[in-house]
């Protein structure tokens, strides 16, 4: 019955999330970090970078043939993979004086919960035992932290190539940039961590350290310290960021997407898969990571000025595109 449950969860997100907002057409609002942009792949058809054209000029200006906008290709998003992974894995070295006020926060609310996780972690469980809506929702949901987040990206990528929809496109190749630098940040931690998951050793909260990741390889003992942060929810996380980044001007989408991956966050302790300290964390580490990724992509475009003539009046006019 759970398969189907997940099966028939699955379908529905991955089939009406991506196809009803590509209905919607594409957003005509300005970024907050540059000029409009189109965003193309090399594997896709191109389109057309968005000129902004500045009107009439002397006819002092010699007519040229723009140049052609450099696009993405495979190679130039492992660039921006690399760059990405580079700014995340340095950030301790140049950490702002504006990010140690919510570091600070994110420590102490981290250290509180790491407190109190076995006693919050008894009073999850019990209340899923009374109430039979959090068992028969919680194994479904939580697939969107992992086969059904990149489903989801994977059929944005699907929807926005063969429907000609830049960003539909854009939005499953970010958000599987997001997940994979998430993927590798959390997988480092988990190592470094080494923290016992609730479900062994009756629920007691254990921390081994980087000797963890080696007690893995021990007879029945893989994934038994690799607790902390959480991967579905830095995965679903992620995703969430991503989407509510791309269709901020659609309101539910950034309400359903946070929602479902709060959701995804809860039933990870409500499964024993983890405590609540290790959601939060991760939770909050897919979201930063989610944002730089957009923002970056956003910020990496180059102009092309051509000069020419429409209609016999010379005009000049600088193209945007991504690089």
Excluded at 174 to 200: C, D, F, H, N, Y
Excluded at 304 to 313: E, K, M, Q, R
Aim: charged share 15%.
């Amino acid at each position: 019955m759970k398969k189907q449950q997940v099966r028939a969860a699955a379908l529905f997100l991955l089939m009406f999330l991506p196809l009803s907002l590509t209905a919607q057409g594409p957003r005509d609002i300005e970024p907050t970090d540059g000029p409009a942009r189109d965003f193309s792949l090399a594997l896709h058809s191109l389109a057309t970078a968005r000129p902004l054209s500045f009107g009439p000029v002397s006819s002092a200006f010699t007519p040229s043939i723009p140049q052609e906008p450099e696009s993405h290709t495979l190679k130039s998003l492992s660039g921006d993979f690399l760059k990405d992974a580079g700014e995340i894995w340095t950030y301790p070295l140049h950490i702002r004086t504006r990010d140690i006020l919510p570091i600070t926060g994110l420590a102490v609310l981290t250290a509180f919960l790491i407190r109190n996780d076995e006693a919050i972690r008894r009073d999850i469980l019990e209340y899923r035992t009374q109430h039979a809506w959090v068992r028969s929702v919680s194994p479904v949901i939580t697939e969107m932290g992992s086969s059904g987040a990149w489903g989801v990206a994977a059929a944005f990528i699907c929807v926005g190539w063969l429907a000609n929809n830049d960003q539909a496109l854009e939005t499953g190749v970010l958000a599987t940039m997001a997940m994979l630098e998430s993927g590798a940040l959390v997988t480092i931690l988990k190592g470094l961590a080494g923290r016992q998951r609730p479900l062994w050793a009756d629920g007691e909260d254990h921390w081994s350290g980087p000797v963890g990741f080696f007690k893995r390889f021990g007879s029945g003992q893989y994934g038994r310290y690799d607790s902390f942060p959480g991967g579905h929810s830095i995965t679903a996380f992620s995703l969430a960021t991503v989407l509510a980044m791309q269709y901020r001007e659609t309101v539910w989408v950034p309400i359903v997407a946070y929602t479902m991956a709060t959701g995804v966050a809860l039933s990870r302790v409500t499964e024993g898969k983890h405590w609540l300290s290790d959601c939060v964390v991760g939770g909050v580490l897919g979201c930063v990571i989610s944002r730089m990724v957009v923002l970056n992509h956003r910020s990496r475009y180059h102009i092309l000025p051509a000069a020419g003539s429409v209609h016999g009046s010379p005009s000049f006019t600088l193209t945007f595109s991504f690089q």
